[in-house]
């Protein structure tokens, strides 16, 4: 039992979550091995920050059993609390306070002393590239800046567990990189257990182990992004021809490398193991039967493609129109 | 001893917000010097009451409880915008008591509000506004501490069930300002219409103001001892249910 809570601190079976007739998570059933960097992906509304709550003691479960280093989320509070660091998707520091005293005050809720407390602070702020900064009112601090306060803060107890929830909404390109730097290097270096939120494809698959795709409140998909992508069967090929012939994509669908084709119009999209290699059959196959190539792209697959594949939906469809989002970006980004 | 520790940590965090903000700080010690100086002159001329009290003497404990009023109850209602700006979330996933975080919150909101309260008496006892006996002045700093505590925990039963700083507004327009102006704070409580007699009688800073009046100036509507007893009796009312529905409250 106490090899299994070190090796994975995260275990949920069954974990159901209801708001009145709405359906949050249906019954998910998840193990989380310690060291990963765990990344859950899905659209706006998937279920993501409810698992997150859940997994944090915010929110109660309605079924299901979900224990956190060993303890029950519904009957150890405490002891999950204690255990893992959480940064929110909205902000949540005191502004009127300094970084540092923003530390502080997490260090002496968490019952730390003050000789610890010191150190830690030292050592968080330095890891975010803060300490400089640490007498700074956090009003005067930047959004990265921020956001990089709560990373630190996150870890000022030294937590067995990292949640963060939607890391880098809101951030420009650059601090977003900067942001995953830390990350990473708070898994590689420091080898601590991370589990975030995300419903940027870009970000899963540069920085997660290991995602998992929420749909609906249901796990999906569940693997290294490189095997989830790999799962599609390769890279997809766009070809605008002259005319699509029967004989042409019958005789592509006998390649070797192709997986699928799918015809529209003039309009072709092909799926194949390896893109490049494939590419010089097709123009011989196109030559040989008289078609005209008079487009072609190709493009690696992604997470996105990924999600098209398992659900029947693009993940991007729905522009941020909820005004809550609206306001946490403007808030994210520092403008009240 | 966690729980202490807590309490302490809250506590020092509204201290530190007290002293950063020098205009708030400004601004909450005017306010009363204004609306004394004020009231108490454009009244002067018009105002007979028990004798060679003066209007200006005769408001200055009530508007020492307007000032604890104020001060208290936007401190209490200040966790709404703890919630609005997410630092509540970063208070409430912590391993600590809930009762421990309120009762934190309640006592650095004291504290501010006593201080900021007494620079105001001190000035009053200064001019030789108000002249208490030194009994006198320990009641009054019991009446004090009793309408703050009461009315920190009053803001923070309201901000408990709100969600949005919008219902600030309201919470000003109809409670603290009927409160305020039904106390007696600026005119006496005898020879009033029954309807509003009626008002004054159920609102509890009437006690508080006649209470402070008593201590601080000798003259009292009401025994003292009834005035201290429904004060006692709001604040555990208050904080109860504070207590009960700041529990309740979802991170």
Sequence with gaps: MDVRKNDVPIVISGLTKTFGTLTALDSIDLEIRRGELFGLLGPNGAGKTTLLSILSTILPASSGKAVVCGFDVGRKRSEVRRSIGIVFQDPSLDDELTGEENLDFHGRLYGMSRERRRERIRKTLKLVDLYDRREGIVKTYSGGMRRRLELARGLMHEPLVLFLDEPTLGLDPQTRRKVWAYIRELNETHGLTLILTTHYMDEAEQLCSRVAIIDQGRIVALDTPAALMASLGGDTLNLVVSTASEVFIHSLRKLEEVRSVVCEANRLRVRAAVGESVLPRIFALAQSLGVHITELSTRKSNLEDVFLAVTGRHMRDEPITRPTDRIRLMRRSGKR | ?251
């Design chain 2, 1 to 251: 001893m966690s729980i202490l520790t807590t309490v302490h940590t809250l506590w020092l965090r509204e201290m530190k917000r007290f002293l950063r903000n020098r205009s708030r700080l400004i601004g909450s010690i005017a306010l009363p010097l204004i609306f004394l100086g004020i009231l108490g002159t454009g009244f002067a001329g018009h105002f007979r009451y028990k004798g060679d009290v003066s209007y200006t003497e005769f408001i200055a404990p009530g508007i020492l409880a307007m000032q604890l009023l104020f001060s208290s109850m936007f401190g209490g209602l200040s966790v709404l915008w703890d919630k609005q700006f997410g630092f509540m979330k970063e208070i409430l996933v912590a391993p600590v008591s809930r009762i421990a975080i309120m009762t934190g919150k309640t006592i650095g909101t004291v504290t501010t509000s006593m201080l900021k309260a007494l620079v105001f008496l001190v000035a009053m006892l200064a001019t030789g506004l108000v002249k208490p006996s030194f009994s006198g002045l320990l009641l009054t700093l019991a009446f004090m501490i009793l309408i703050s505590a009461a009315f920190v925990s009053l803001g923070i039963t309201f901000a408990a069930r709100m969600s949005d700083p919008q219902g600030f507004q309201l919470i000003m327009n109809f409670v603290i300002m009927p409160i305020f102006f039904l106390s007696g704070a600026l005119f006496p409580l005898e020879g009033l219409p029954v309807w509003l007699k009626a008002l004054t009688y159920v609102n509890p800073l009437t006690y508080g103001v006649d209470g402070m009046r008593y201590a601080l100036n000798g003259s009292a509507h009401f025994p003292p001892f009834l005035s201290l007893g429904v004060l006692f009796g709001f604040w555990l009312l208050t904080s109860l249910v504070g207590a009960w529905l700041f529990e309740k409250m979802p991170a």
